[in-house]
């Protein structure tokens, strides 16, 4: 089973600044996805960014970005010009859909908190 | 576009007791699956439905089971139920899983 690891459960970042939040994931396969999803006390789950593992280059979407390492199995997310909006617990996940899996498997979160 | 819908929010049951919750996927999403997620344990795998058929299946115990109807709406059910089941079960659907899942605002169920 794949496992994945976050550290740092609580960050605080100043409105503005920018703060990278680490994720690490073990797996024998090659082909697979990696996702960074939002929590923010309304409790629904929002997918934040998305990389698939065959490409190289880091997914952007607006100020959210990856660093994706594959052979060190690391996919940390960068916040820029941090939002009070962004206050929520942030997920890494992975997903190997081989034979048919689709499940995701979560890390433990990370706590995010934007002060004003 | 409406997004994922769970009924109810909130739940309150007591030990022994079944309880059902449902989920209806974004219009066009075959694919529905459920997720449990804990204070301890975290976000854990239930199960995958696609096309009314369980693809894939957690690690839990046979008390909990799910189905999903011809219109991709989805059931979970958790009979006899324990203090331990009290949880946020969320549900998110897909029209293609590894772009991944758009999820449901949960029903948070407390077990007393």
């Known amino acids: 089973a794949q496992t994945v690891t976050q550290s740092q459960p609580e960050m605080s970042v100043q409105e503005a600044e920018t703060v990278t939040l680490s994720c690490t994931y073990d797996t024998s396969e090659n082909n697979y996805y990696l996702f960074w999803y939002k929590q923010p006390p309304s409790r629904q789950m929002i997918l934040v960014i998305r990389?698939?593992?065959?490409?190289?280059q880091n997914a952007t979407e607006n100020r959210f970005s990856v660093n994706f390492q594959k052979a060190a199995k690391s996919f940390s997310l960068k916040i820029s010009d941090s939002q009070l909006g962004d206050t929520a617990m942030y997920f890494c996940?992975?997903?190997?859909?081989?034979?048919?899996?689709?499940?995701?498997?979560f890390g433990k979160g990370n706590q995010v908190v934007v002060i004003p | 576009k409406a997004g994922v819908t769970q009924t109810p929010r909130y739940l309150i049951k007591t030990r022994g007791q079944q309880v059902t919750l449902s989920c209806s996927p974004i219009?066009?999403?075959?694919?529905v699956s459920w997720y449990q997620q804990t204070p301890g344990q975290g976000l854990q795998f239930l199960f995958e439905?696609?096309?009314?058929?369980?693809?894939n299946k957690g690690n839990f115990p046979g008390r909990f089971s799910g189905r999903q109807f011809s219109n991709s709406r989805s059931e979970m059910n958790v009979s006899t139920l324990e203090l331990g089941d009290s949880a946020l079960y969320l549900c998110a659907s897909s029209q293609i899983a590894n772009y991944g899942y758009t999820f449901g605002s949960g029903t948070r169920l407390t077990v007393v």
């Open positions: 996940a992975f997903m190997n859909p081989s034979y048919g899996n689709n499940r995701l498997a």
């Open positions: 990389q698939e593992a065959y490409k190289q």
């Open positions: 219009s066009g999403h075959r694919s």
């Open positions: 439905y696609f096309s009314e058929t369980q693809r």
